[in-house]
Structure formats: C-alpha cells, structure tokens
C-alpha cells in the first residue's frame, strides 16, 4: 500500500476520480449501519461506512482492511454481496477544503450482513453512529443523497449498462 504525501493527495484530488468501497451492512433487523461524518466530503451528514483503495492494494485486502476500520470486524469480501458501481460527486467539497475542486468517487458498493455494537465502532471517520430503516433513511434530511441513493432506485452503472435508456 502506498501513503501519499498531502500535497501529492490534493493533486490526485484535484484531477483524477478516487475508488473507494462503501459497505451497506445490515442487522438482523434489517436495519443499516449509518455514521455520523467527520471528515470532508459528505462531513455533518449520515452516511454509510466506507474508505478508499490505496494503489497497489487488492480489493479483497481493501475490503478487509475498510471494514476493520470503520467497523472494527474485520470482514472477507467473500462474506458479502456486490450491490454495483456507483459514482459519487462533490462540487466544491475536499479533505483540503480548497473550494476549487471537488472529491470525484468511483464507488464499489457491496451489501453485507452484521450485528455489531455501536459502542464498539471506531471514532476516526464517524462521531457517532446509528441503525435506520430504508424507509427512514430515505425520509431522513441529515442522510447524504449519496447514501439514499442505495435505497431509492437508483441503478448502478453495471446495471445502466445493460438496460437500454
């Protein structure tokens, strides 16, 4: 895995789009895992758990490494649903909080199921955590359209691909 200097980080940001994995878990109540953001882009709404993949790095190690970050369970991607490929804009919305650019996401969501205490998730991306309906997430103000859009309809680009528009 390959750590990026900050200015080196703010130039990837500025031109190219980032991938990254979000992580749609479920409990055995069919409710899904949201958290509080901390950290720009989407910082100050609810969103699903996820992190980006470094270069160099596999997915299925990116995946482990994610979930144990932002979930503190440590997960094989083999345990868990591909849902598609998603994308993910922020005009104006970075880490740096240069307003010239934005944060462009390639996202590979996948859906899993896991019951975890939301005393025991990790502090770092998320102050706070919490355990929604769709139907409430959908209806929620604080929830990221990003994040609504697992929910709502919203087709992936596997699935844009193979149905004619």
């Known amino acids: 895995m390959q750590k990026l200097s900050a200015n080196e980080f703010e130039n990837v940001i500025r031109n ?21 953001r901390t950290n720009a882009p989407a ?3 609810w ?7 470094s270069k160099n790095e596999t997915l299925p190690h990116a995946f482990k490494r994610i979930s144990e970050a932002e ?19 922020y005009p104006g919305d970075n880490v740096t909080k240069n307003p010239d650019f934005g944060t462009h996401y390639i996202v590979l969501a996948f859906t ?3 019951d975890i205490n939301m005393n025991n998730l ?3 991306q998320h102050t706070k955590y919490t355990w929604l309906t769709r139907e409430d ?13 697992y929910f709502n309809g919203y087709l992936p680009f596997n699935q844009l691909a193979t149905n004619k528009i």
């Open 71 to 89: 979930t503190g369970v440590q997960v094989p991607v083999e345990k868990s649903e591909f849902l598609g490929i998603y994308e993910h804009i």
């Open 137 to 149: 997430i959908l209806t929620n103000d604080r929830v990221h359209q990003n994040t609504k859009n």
């Open 122 to 124: 990790p502090k770092q």
């Open 16 to 36: 190219t789009p980032l991938i990254s994995i979000d992580l749609i878990i479920k409990n055995s109540e069919h409710k899904i895992l949201l958290g509080w």
């Open 47 to 53: 969103f699903v758990p996820g992190g980006r993949i």
């Open 112 to 114: 899993l199921q896991l």
């Open 43 to 45: 910082k100050d709404t």
